[in-house]
T-cell receptor, first 110, second 114 residues
């Protein structure tokens, strides 16, 4: 039974558009909700993270929205740029106890 | 500042051979982790360490062993490699766990077992 379900699997957006990636989880014990960004041939890098006592967090063009009752959190990328083309992973929970989603490949077309 | 360094970057093994992957971090982090990443999947935790001399099993520990003899190094061993262990391996470290946690990843080791 999959604990973390990420959608969509792939996403194509025009430059300047909004990219939205969703993550649904089952384990209500998760207490930390990060998104990672991975470029080809590189390791993942923490992009933005949220704690469950906050419903939204914004850092530049990146926003996390969190819905505790629905057990979902989303990544919104505003004004998407070709440099944002990468694979994005949600990984609810602290390292050592977290589960990574299968990833969303984002392509931003110029 | 090198961050997290993994060696080697690429390796091809024959079934049954053994090897050790080295992860070194220069940030004085307490916590270190080994993950594997297979095509179309997220990272899965193999083993981790919460400090020098300690190790613990993750989600997929079978077929792997680890050691953390020095704080800055975390070694991942394959005693008898199998084709199912063909994967990209990532090491990560952090100085804390919890809501202040920030994982720093290495650039990965691509391992093929024939």
């Amino acid at each position: 039974q999959q604990q973390v379900k990420q959608s969509p699997q792939s996403l194509i957006v025009q430059k300047g558009g909004i990219s939205i990636i969703n993550c649904a989880y089952e384990n209500t014990a998760f207490d930390y909700f990060p998104w990672y960004q991975q470029f080809p041939g590189k390791g993942p890098a923490l992009l933005i993270a949220i704690r469950p006592d906050v419903s939204e967090k914004k850092e530049g063009r990146f926003t996390i929205s969190f819905n505790k009752s629905a057990k979902q959190f989303s990544l919104h990328i505003m004004d998407s740029q070709p440099g944002d083309s990468a694979t994005y992973f949600c990984a609810p929970g602290y390292a050592g106890k977290s589960t990574f989603g299968d990833g969303t490949t984002l392509t931003v077309k110029p | 500042n090198a961050g997290v360094t993994q060696t080697p970057k690429f390796r091809v093994l024959k079934t049954g051979q053994s090897m050790t992957l080295l992860c070194a971090q220069d940030m004085n982090h307490e916590y270190m982790y080994w993950y594997r990443q297979d095509p179309g999947m997220g990272l899965r935790l193999i083993h981790y360490s919460v400090g020098e001399g300690t190790t613990a099993k993750g989600e997929v520990p079978d077929g792997y062993n680890v050691s953390r003899l020095k704080k800055q190094n975390f070694l991942l061993g394959l005693e008898s490699a199998a084709p199912s262990q063909t994967s990209v391996y990532f090491c990560a470290s952090s100085d804390s766990t919890g809501s202040d946690e920030k994982l720093f990843f290495g650039s990965g080791t691509q391992l093929s077992v024939l």
